[in-house]
C-alpha cells in the first residue's frame, strides 16, 4: 500500500525558514517524480514544485522560485521542501503528491498534509 | 501559464440526480487533464486522468470528457459520499495548474 507521511509544518515569523519532509512507503520512489501542493485555508490548490525521479530535474512556480528548494533522497523514501525567505502568504497545507507515471504529472497518491504558518 | 476555469464554482444536486461539472483551460492541454475530489479535512483524491481513464478503484459513477479546452466531469448518480469539492488540473506544460474548484453540495 502506498503511503505518504508528511511532517515539518509549524509556526514561523516572516523571514524565516522551514524544512518539511514527505516519508514514502509502499512503492519504489526512485521511480517516480514527486511534488509539493499546497492549499491556503479555505482556497484551492497550488502546485508548488516538482521533483524527477532521480532528483536530476526540479520546477518550481513562480512564487516559490529562489526561496524553495525540493529534493529527494531515494536512499531514506523521502522528499523534502526547504523553505526559506517564508511570507505570510505561503501560510498553507502542504501536500506531498505521488506521480501517476508515465504520461504526466499528475498526483495518483496524496499524503495527509502538514500546515505550515506564517505569521508574527 | 495555462488558466484552468471551473464553473459553476457550487453545484446544488439532490442525491440520485446527475451532477455535471464544466472545467475549460485558456489553450489547449490536449488529454492532459486531471480530476481530483476533495472532502472537508482530507487530501485530494485522484479521480480521472488522461482526460477520461479513471483512476484505480473509482466508481463507475464518475466519468470524464473532453479534449483541448473543454472538459466535464459526470457523477451519474449522486450519492452521499459524492458531496465534496472538485478540482481539475492540466499537466501539459509548466507550471501545473488546478482551476478554482466547484463544490457539490446538497440541494
Known amino acids: 500500500e502506498v503511503q505518504l507521511l508528511e511532517s515539518g509544518g509549524g509556526l514561523v515569523q516572516p523571514g524565516g525558514s522551514l524544512r518539511l519532509s514527505c516519508a514514502a512507503s509502499g512503492f519504489d520512489l526512485s521511480n517516480y517524480a514527486m511534488s509539493w501542493v499546497r492549499q491556503a485555508p479555505g482556497k484551492g490548490l497550488e502546485w508548488v514544485s516538482t521533483?524527477?525521479?532521480?532528483?536530476?530535474?526540479?520546477y518550481y512556480a513562480d512564487s516559490v522560485k529562489g526561496r524553495f528548494t525540493i529534493s529527494r533522497d531515494n536512499s531514506k523514501n523521502t522528499l523534502y521542501l526547504q523553505m526559506n525567505s517564508l511570507r505570510t502568504d505561503d501560510t498553507a497545507v502542504y501536500y506531498c503528491?505521488?506521480?501517476?507515471?508515465?504520461?504526466?504529472?499528475?498526483?495518483?497518491?496524496w499524503g495527509q498534509g502538514t500546515l505550515v504558518t506564517v505569521s508574527s | 501559464e495555462i488558466v484552468m476555469t471551473q464553473s459553476p464554482a457550487t453545484l446544488s444536486v439532490s442525491p440520485g440526480e446527475r451532477a455535471t461539472l464544466s472545467c475549460r483551460a485558456s489553450q489547449s492541454v490536449n488529454s492532459n487533464l486531471a480530476w481530483y475530489q476533495q472532502k472537508p479535512g482530507q487530501a485530494p483524491r485522484l479521480l480521472i486522468y488522461?482526460?477520461?481513464t479513471r483512476a484505480a478503484g473509482i466508481s463507475a459513477r464518475f466519468s470524464g470528457s473532453g479534449s483541448g479546452t473543454e472538459f466535464t466531469l459526470t457523477i451519474s448518480s449522486l450519492q452521499s459520499e459524492d458531496f465534496a469539492v472538485y478540482y481539475c488540473q492540466q499537466y501539459k506544460n509548466w507550471p501545473l495548474t488546478f482551476g478554482g474548484g466547484t463544490k457539490v453540495d446538497i440541494k
Open positions: 488522461g482526460a477520461s
Open positions: 521533483i524527477s525521479g532521480s532528483g536530476g530535474s526540479t
Open positions: 503528491g505521488k506521480d501517476g507515471g508515465p504520461g504526466g504529472y499528475f498526483f495518483d497518491h
